[in-house]
């Protein structure tokens, strides 16, 4: 099974519409990333959580929110998508225990349209 | 500000070397990660550098000069499935959040 899940995989909705997705894991970690991708671009921060109280805004969180329920879960609300979110979505977590560096792994991704 | 460049597009050959370079402006430095990403899939950790020199793992390399801002990923023996895009991203911060560059995209070729 994969330690990092993301429901749904693929999301077709309309302009103004409220969608959300979300993200699971198993690993442990306490720490969790999301971020979208966009053709010939890379990773953007939208936002990240380094524990269930702690919330913090990223590069491009405008028109984003989200939600730590738990450890385990990490979720991302477009509150009235617009058509320039239509990108690909990772969740992604981490953890610094270990001593190791911190680095992070990526959930499958979301590929969202907005029409 | 904050700023990761690479290639966008390499071309080598099956069995050949290719070497994929970076380089970053980055306000602090906490480490350097290479990341492999086929299309449409999720991206996989490659190797992390956080002190200057070459970290070796079978057929991939990865080499960082903090003095130049520079790294660069080196894959040896190149096969077909190497074909994906390598994306290099800095931590800056020591907070964990990655910085990336826009990735190169790398074809194999027979």
């Known amino acids: 099974d994969a330690d990092v899940t993301q429901t749904p995989r693929n999301r077709i909705t309309k302009t103004g519409k409220r969608i959300m997705l979300e993200c699971s894991q198993t690993?442990?970690?306490?720490?969790m990333y999301w971020y979208r991708q966009d053709p010939g671009l890379g990773l953007q921060l939208i936002y990240y959580s380094f524990d269930v109280k702690d919330i913090n805004k990223g590069e491009i969180s405008d028109g984003y929110s989200v939600s730590r329920q738990a450890q385990a879960k990490f979720s991302l609300s477009l509150e009235s998508a617009i058509p320039n979110q239509t990108a690909l979505y990772f969740c992604?977590?981490?953890?610094?225990?270990?001593?190791?560096?911190?680095?992070?792994?990526f959930g499958p991704g979301t590929r969202l349209t907005v029409l | 500000g904050q700023n990761i460049d690479q290639p966008t597009e390499m071309t080598a050959t099956e069995g050949a070397i290719v070497q994929i370079n970076c380089t970053y402006q980055?306000?602090?430095?906490?480490?350097l990660f290479w990341y492999q990403q086929h299309a449409g899939e999720a991206p996989t950790f490659l190797s992390y550098n956080v002190l200057d020199g070459l970290e070796e793992k079978g057929r991939f390399s990865s080499f960082l000069s903090r003095s130049k801002g520079y790294s660069y990923l080196l894959l040896k023996e190149l096969q077909m499935k190497d074909s994906a895009s390598y994306l290099c991203a800095v931590d800056g911060s020591n907070t964990g959040k990655l910085i990336f560059g826009q990735g190169t995209t790398l074809q194999v070729k027979p």
């Open positions: 992604a977590t981490s953890d610094l225990r270990g001593g190791g560096p911190d680095t992070q792994y």
């Open positions: 980055t306000s602090g430095f906490n480490g």
């Open positions: 690993k442990g970690h306490d720490r």
